[in-house]
């Protein structure tokens, strides 16, 4: 913009400058009221980005690859072959755009009161320039390729591959221009052969478009058919997509339904909590979603029977169903590209007798057991503690049930932390929270485990009478949980 700007300023109508900055306050509006009340927190967080150490990588380019030609794993001989000709034929159309911009192939026709001439050499090839319809049009082609394309090459975030459609269609005017390069030199050079030079490019035409087309066509089955690996997205645990998470949320509702059973519980992470959480709210049998991964809300003993629908890599809360309740794995709803979910029917075990009564001073959480249970997992040595929860809380629109408790393992040593979420709360529910133990980390016969409680509910923010909610959340109802000695078991 810049540079078309500084090569047509006359082109400029106030009219046009004053219609597009209405149009754009209109619709940054929100956006700016939301800044200024956040105290402008994205552009510190854009600034921090900025001054993050950059790095050099070839990670733009394989994604300029793939935007030119989606699918490149395994495919015939000729697809392959397609992919090599579009790469050419863009390194071609390139260079073309380069020569043309100080070597036009013909004089381009300029009104003579645009024309002027000028004593000063260096205004004489500005003119030049600028008076060229082919000439600017080839260095605006340039600049919108090259600029942005060197500038993602030295990055300090992971890039992604929406970013590059910023170049869209670029590369397939280099490509037709290159054709049209060819076009012009067979003219040139051999004038006999340039009737078979234009129905060849036609045909390679058609021909490349039939392999985007075969290319696009390929990928979109290639991903509907589950033919990738959900976990080598960077960034990124792992992906999901809406219709298997829904197919297995849909078949716990039904179960739940089928076998007259009261209540669904389901795990989540921070991958998947947002959609998750929402499913949760429009099931037919109560659902209440938790996590994250040390953390497992079970019913009371007394409550009977309910549905679980685990996720596909909670192996810690699978863990720790198996050892606190009765499991009867009954499917396993499939996902695409890795592993599937795991649908139980769970009957919770009843907590061994409280010796004393309990000291946490809390009207929302009382433990159920004031021993330590230790747990091996996957990462290193863990300890357990068991709670039950002690108030009603109905599931809301983005809210979250936040319990944040730590333990110290020995006197006078950082505490380890943990936190539990869930979309609801039912009273007598058992909540049972692990601690991640540090390699080799020393514990007494005595540990202090306390915490807070919180909800984490939407942000609104209030202009008059104009009440806006935001992607923002806020903590409220913020408790405090007295500290207990425990003991490990």
């Known amino acids: 913009l810049i540079v078309t700007l500084i090569l047509a300023p006359t082109t400029v109508r106030w009219r046009d400058i004053f219609l597009a900055a209405g149009a754009l306050i209109v619709l940054f509006f929100p956006y700016a009221s939301l800044e200024m ?3 402008f927190a994205d552009l510190q967080g854009l600034l921090a980005f900025a ?9 733009a380019l394989s994604f300029y690859r793939d935007l030119i030609l989606p699918f490149n794993e395994v495919q015939p001989a000729w697809m392959t072959l397609l992919g090599w000709c579009i790469q050419l034929l863009l390194l071609a159309g390139l260079m073309t755009a380069i020569v043309r911009l100080f070597q036009p192939p013909q004089r381009e026709y300029v009104f003579t009161e645009e024309q002027r001439e000028v004593s000063n050499r260096w205004l004489q090839l500005w003119n030049k320039l600028r008076f060229n319809p082919g000439r600017v049009s080839c260095l605006l082609l340039l600049v919108w390729q090259i600029i942005p394309f060197a500038n993602l090459l030295h ?10 459609l910023l170049f869209l ?3 397939f005017i280099l490509i037709g221009l290159s054709l049209d390069e060819f076009v012009r030199l067979i003219k040139r050079l051999r004038p006999n052969l340039i009737r078979v030079a234009q129905i060849g490019t036609v045909l390679l035409s058609i021909l490349l478009v ?3 087309f075969v290319s696009s066509t390929a990928y979109i089955f290639k991903m509907r058919e589950g033919h990738f690996n959900d976990r080598t997205v960077q960034n990124l645990p792992y992906v999901n997509d809406l ?4 197919n297995a949320v849909h078949q716990a509702d039904q179960l739940a339904q089928k076998m007259h059973i009261s209540r669904i519980y389901m795990s989540m992470d921070t991958n998947i909590q947002p959609s998750m959480s929402y499913l949760g709210e429009i099931l037919h049998t109560p659902t209440t979603v938790f996590g994250y991964e040390n953390c497992l809300v079970l019913p009371a003993a007394e409550a009977g029977p309910a549905v679980y629908l685990v996720g596909p890599y909670a192996d810690h809360i699978d863990t720790m169903l198996h050892q606190f309740a009765s499991v009867k794995l009954v499917a396993q709803p499939q996902r695409l590209g890795g592993r599937p979910f795991k649908l139980y029917i769970v009957t919770p075990k009843a907590p061994a007798a409280m010796t004393t009564p309990s000291k ?8 159920l057991d004031q021993n330590i249970h230790p747990m091996t997992g996957q990462n290193g040595n863990m300890e357990l503690t068991r709670w039950s929860i002690q108030r009603e809380a109905p599931i809301a629109p983005r809210t979250l049930y936040n319990y944040q408790l730590s333990i110290t393992p020995t ?8 936190t539990c979420a869930t979309t609801a709360l039912h009273k007598n529910d058992q909540l049972l929270a692990t601690f991640q133990l540090s390699k080799d980390e020393k514990v007494s016969s005595q540990q202090s485990v306390g915490g807070i409680a919180y909800d984490r509910v939407p942000d609104v923010y209030r202009f008059g009478s104009i009440q806006v909610t935001s992607f923002n959340t806020q903590a409220i109802n913020v408790r405090s949980l007295k500290s207990t000695d425990l003991s490990p078991k």
């Open 411 to 418: 006197k006078g040593a950082k505490p380890i932390t943990m």
């Open 51 to 59: 001054h993050q150490p950059a790095h050099n990588d070839i990670q």
């Open 210 to 212: 039939i392999g985007q």
């Open 155 to 164: 990055h300090s975030v992971d890039l992604h591959m929406q970013y590059l």
């Open 243 to 246: 219709n298997s998470m829904w």
């Open 360 to 367: 946490n001073g809390t009207a929302s959480l009382q433990l």
């Open 169 to 171: 269609p670029g590369p």
């Open 37 to 39: 009340t956040d105290h």
